[in-house]
């Protein structure tokens, strides 16, 4: 066996190793040396190389996001490690576990001039859930702090900052392991459960109960707990795609219920007790409705943090979703009430209204994805960019068998495509990415990655700029406007195409979208990039249209 021979990265190798922590994705350079020789030379690890931090981080977000384990990320010192903080920031908001290792020089050579050093302790301080700044030599409190790093990582779901100052020579390996690490196992925590008499009691007096789900993992709700919401008169459930939970009664497209409300229809719907389980929402209207239509009682379930999203807050279940409901059901009770069959009645309405307006709609984004999501492969997994594509996906029905991911945790356009690629590697299942042409753009590092699997889909919806700004309030046709905000472009995706190897196929119509949509999910050969383009000028008018003509 070949190691490091700095005992600094022994250690770390050594704890890792015990920890149960194998994948290892490492971005290039001299300062992690030590490490990079040490993993890359035992067979413990599954080791990758990628050359761009920024790529590489949301890489390794997309395989924990599936593994739901820690991936370690391994930089070299200097500005390298600032370009892991746009995913660093979504796994702490999606609660995704990463281990951040940055070699960095000695303390004595930080601010004095050397070369590729900056202040490397604590930059993520804001949204780590621990910091380990580690010490030049091998000793107990530096074991400490990195298996309590691993801890932190495993069991509060979120990453971790582990910062490794190594001197010079940096390249000398040895076979004596010269250390012996103290090995600390995460103890895991035993959430108490509460009484829940009080709490059943007002719910069993409400007649209007909301039931709001965020991103969440498929298949993590249990089917009886499904049922019984289903089966509740006085239960509405309202989804999102990435909710990943399904039932005829839920209800799937928040917006295409709620924009048309007047104000005595929020009133009439207004919950009077609100449980929210998962992640963050994407739909604003729902925010607005709730901001201004309080419930009496806001309760969330979840086992590490509950936020205010709504400004009416009343408490916070510590406890897993299917803890909580193995609890509460029993003590529920079916309560009379026409909540569900009026939200159903609205639901049928706009259905019609929905099918109708698409059937006369000309092509245009909205268009697009009315015809993309009937084509996705069932039992496969949909990655969606942020900004319109993942608006859009909200309007059209998907089939439950396809599991949705997004990054809503901050919600950015910037790692969407190396967030998919890494989901995509670590899923035994055919993954599908839909995104915008900025997006695209701005992630398209992405694709200089070795790890892609063949029947990887990019479906790119390019309107010529970041449609996004032209629904938003305050969009006019004005240089500023194209330039500064919608930053319009004439790019595509082809060379890029033909440059990562992937096969590339085009639609502007109906009618070879279609065709398209058949043979781009037939060839898997190696991976694909289907571009579809849609008119930037008519696209808005579409989407706003079709709010107005659901009443």
Known sequence: MIYPKIPLAQSIIEIFTARGIHQIIISPGSRNAPLTIGFASNNT?????????RSAAFFALGIAQQTQKPVVLLCTSGSALLNYYPAFAEAFYSQIPLIVVSADRPHDKIDIGDGQTIRQENVFANHSLFNAN???NVSLENDQLINEAISKAILEKGPVHINVPFEEPLYETTEELIVKSKIIPEIQTVLESENLTEFAKKWNASTKKLVLVGVNFPNAIQQNIIDWMANDPSIVVLTETTSNLHDATFINNIDTIITPFTVQDFEHFKPEILLTFGGLVVSKRIKAF???YKPNEHWHIDPFRAYDTFGALTHHFITEPNMFFEQFIPLSQNVESNYKFEIEAI??????KQENYLSKIPFSDFKAFDLIMPHLPEHSMLQVGNSSPIRYAQLIDIHPSISVFSNRGTSGIDGSSSTAIGAAFASNQQTVLITGDISFLYDSNA?????????????????GGGGIFRI??????TPVFNRYFETSHCFTGEHLAKMFQFNYYTASNETNLIENLHTFFSANEKPAILEVFTPTLL???ILLQFFKELT
Not at 45 to 53: L, R, V
Not at 447 to 462: C, D
């Open 347 to 352: 639901k049928k309405l706009r259905k019609e």
């Open 45 to 53: 690890f599954e080791c990758f190389s990628i050359a761009d931090e």
């Open 134 to 136: 580690l010490q030049e």
């Open 472 to 477: 938003l309030p305050g969009h006019e046709e």
């Open 290 to 292: 709730l901001r201004k």
């Open 539 to 541: 696209n808005d008018g």
């Open 447 to 463: 694709l200089w990655n070795q790890y892609i699997p063949k029947n990887f889909k990019i479906i790119l919806v390019n309107n």
